[in-house]
């Protein structure tokens, strides 16, 4: 009975940048590997980052390498994705989910919009 809110996003500059977050609600039950998905417009989701307490954070694709950095908060049950230098590319609905993901935690999305 664990739900995964995002928030944060919006409309930004390309060059700009966001931090978005995931804040857990509910239930409490051991999560390792969290990670930051995003989906583009007629797209499949994508994973971007990875994190845990136990491992490094990652980025994944080559194309955030550098821009993107994922951190957390265990004390606060939160997952941030700062994301800098944005590019029109960088637009899509951006998710957080367990590492492979759980559909049953699959939320809203947050929208990240990145047009002058």
């Known amino acids: 009975q664990v739900q995964l809110v995002e928030s944060g996003g919006g409309l930004v500059q390309p060059g700009g940048s966001l931090r978005l977050s995931c804040a857990k609600f509910?239930?409490?039950?051991?999560?390792?590997?969290l990670g930051w998905y995003r989906q583009a417009p007629g797209k499949e989701r994508e994973l971007v980052a990875t994190w845990s307490t136990g491992a490094p954070a990652l980025t994944l694709p080559n194309s955030v390498k550098g821009r993107f950095r994922i951190s957390g908060d265990d004390a606060k049950d939160t997952l941030y994705l700062q994301m800098n230098s944005l590019k029109p590319e960088d637009t899509a609905v951006y998710y957080c989910n367990r590492v492979p993901p759980l559909s049953q935690l699959w939320g809203q999305g947050t929208l990240v919009t990145v047009s002058d």
């Open positions: 509910g239930n409490e039950f051991s999560i390792y590997t």
